[in-house]
């Protein structure tokens, strides 16, 4: 069977611009969150959130095209271009990849929501200017799978072309359908690109209106923090993670540097609520990860550390650590654990993208990222959580973990790639 392995990384979040900038900064247990900028939020319960700085789109798109895509768009081709550049298929000169891959090289792109920010531009036009006053560019702008059209026309990518819209649990089912396709022969390479730009008007008062966001205004930094008993909810970020997956074969016979190999997978539906969580979704969620492992490599998998989903509200943390320890069997048998969403805040549909490449870079580099601004641990969250500094550690295999509203889950494990 065929293997499936990780050789380009990209990011734009709220902690950098860059994957090494943002790692830096997540193990460092530097916030980037702060009070929103983008728009007046004077009016508003909530006004903070993870905003990405620093951005000209223009650095990454032709000015004329910028008015075509929405923020989440713009954000996405830069991680894309990241992602691209890192595993060598293209350069800064030369984006699009060479014909004789292109039919074999495919894209799958995630958001939770799309262009909002587009969607509430245009639909104030109409109401207040009249349907004359819409753009042309709305639809193409907002969609979510133009996520996947933009990027693809950028680097020549005529394989698979597909678009995952799971709320929070988005892109890491973009990459279980990337390593299933990959696996079963429809593509050799494939870029999964998960991108959310919700830091708007409709976005943060829609939450704030569902009780979701943390209303710590007064101290923005310490807003999102996992697994602590003061804990309100979580705070929004933006941004976008790329990876580029590929056939092992394809990778070895270019010599090309392998961050990971993915070996499992699993995605679960809880039947239960539309916005409420459950233990029994992500539960089962893990454990069909654990057996894709297990099918793949012919042994259970030893998982040395678990990026949470660790969203910093109240009943969904206590019942992902349930669901630990229910997998591992008591909390004596469960890895570390840690959510970096207390330093990026919380990505929506880009949150698997981005919290995989922070999961394969602990990997890389043996360090586990802290959870931050844990001043009083849960008791009913009492797993090791890498409370608030970062550790050295010796780890082989790891797991990422993301879900989602409608009772949506997703699990993906990587490992070291050994020959």
């Not at 006004?47 to 008015?67: L, R, S």
């Not at 020549?156 to 892109?171: D, I, Q, R």
């Not at 990505?347 to 844990?374: F, R, Y």
């Amino acid at each position: 069977m065929r293997r499936v392995v990780i050789t380009g990384l990209g990011t734009i979040n709220s902690t950098g611009n860059s994957v090494e900038e943002s790692f830096k900064a997540v193990v460092d247990g530097i916030s980037g969150i702060d009070r929103i900028t983008q728009f007046d939020v004077e009016n508003f319960p909530v006004q903070i959130a993870g905003e990405v700085k620093n951005f000209d789109p223009t650095e990454v798109m032709d000015k004329k095209e910028v008015k075509k895509a929405d923020r989440f768009i713009q954000l996405g081709i830069k991680a894309a271009l990241e992602a691209m550049i890192d595993s060598g298929y293209v350069n800064a000169e030369n984006k699009k990849v060479d014909d004789s891959i292109s039919e074999r090289f495919g894209i799958i792109s995630a958001s939770g929501i799309g262009g909002l920010g587009t969607i509430q531009k245009n639909s104030i036009a109409c109401e207040t200017k009249g349907p004359r006053r819409i753009s042309p560019f709305f639809i193409p702008s907002a969609l979510v799978n133009m996520l996947s059209g933009f990027i693809s026309i950028e680097h020549n990518l005529k394989g698979p072309s597909l678009s995952t819209v799971t709320a929070c649990a988005a892109s890491t089912h973009a990459l279980a359908d990337a390593a299933k396709t990959i696996l079963l022969g429809g593509a050799d390479r494939i870029l999964v690109v998960g991108a959310e730009s919700a830091v708007c008007e409709a976005g943060v008062g829609g939450f704030a209106a569902m009780k979701a966001l943390s209303a710590r205004n007064d101290d923005p930094k310490k807003a999102s923090r996992p697994f602590d008993s003061d804990r309100d909810g979580f705070v929004m970020g933006e941004g976008s993670g790329a990876l580029v997956l590929e056939d092992l074969e394809s990778a070895k016979a270019r010599g090309a540097k392998i961050y990971a190999e993915v070996i499992g997978f699993g995605e679960s539906g809880d039947a239960n609520h539309i916005t409420a969580p459950v233990v029994d979704g992500p539960l089962r969620a893990m454990k069909a990860a654990i057996s894709m492992a297990e099918t793949l490599t012919g042994k259970t998998p030893k998982i040395d550390y678990i990026n949470a989903h660790g969203t910093s509200t109240p009943v969904g943390d206590k019942n992902e650590t349930a669901a630990v320890k229910e997998l591992f069997g008591g909390k004596e048998n469960c890895p570390p654990v840690s959510s970096t969403k207390g330093q990026h805040g919380h990505c929506l549909g880009a949150a698997g993208a981005i919290e995989a490449i922070m999961t394969i870079k602990a990997l890389n580099e043996g360090i586990l990222p802290p959870t931050i601004n844990v001043e009083n641990q849960d008791p009913d969250c009492d797993l090791d959580i890498v409370a608030n500094v970062a550790r050295k550690a010796e780890l082989n295999t790891v797991m990422s973990n993301n879900f989602g509203f409608g009772g949506t889950n997703g699990c993906v494990i990587f490992t070291k790639y050994q020959d």
